[in-house]
């Protein structure tokens, strides 16, 4: 099993920033990726950006391509979303995600086994 716990929403205005955490304990050694996901009220659950744990090689969402970067501390188990130039269309619970190796899309809600709690993020116009 692997727990995951978010950490770093909140409100800010439009334009601005916020960095997102993702601790992760348990069988860490069994991560191949990790993902943020993040759900509207009343829509479904968009994929944002997913990081390869091994290599480091990232995907992003077309909607946040140049804004967001996710990137991952190995040593502290940790992967992070900074998230730049943010609107208020980014409003969402977001929630951090893992996956051990198999097929399907890192875009793909499916393969991922491990879930967070998710974290508020709320961006005011």
């Known amino acids: 099993q692997v727990q995951l716990v978010e950490s770093g929403g909140g409100l800010v205005q439009a334009g601005g920033s916020l960095r997102l955490s993702c601790a992760a304990s348990?069988?860490?050694?069994?991560?191949?990726?990790m993902g943020w996901f993040r759900q509207a009220p009343g829509k479904e659950r968009d994929f944002v950006a997913a990081?390869?744990?091994?290599?480091?090689?990232?995907v992003y969402a077309d909607s946040v391509k140049g804004r967001f970067t996710i990137s991952r501390d190995n040593a502290k188990d940790t992967v992070y979303l900074q998230m730049n130039s943010l609107r208020p269309e980014d409003t969402a619970v977001y929630l951090c995600a893992a996956r051990g190796w198999g097929i399907g899309a890192y875009s793909d809600y499916r393969p991922y086994d491990y879930w967070g709690q998710g974290t508020q993020v709320t961006v005011s116009s």
């Open positions: 348990g069988r860490t050694a069994s991560i191949y990726a």
């Open positions: 990081i390869n744990w091994s290599d480091g090689s990232t």
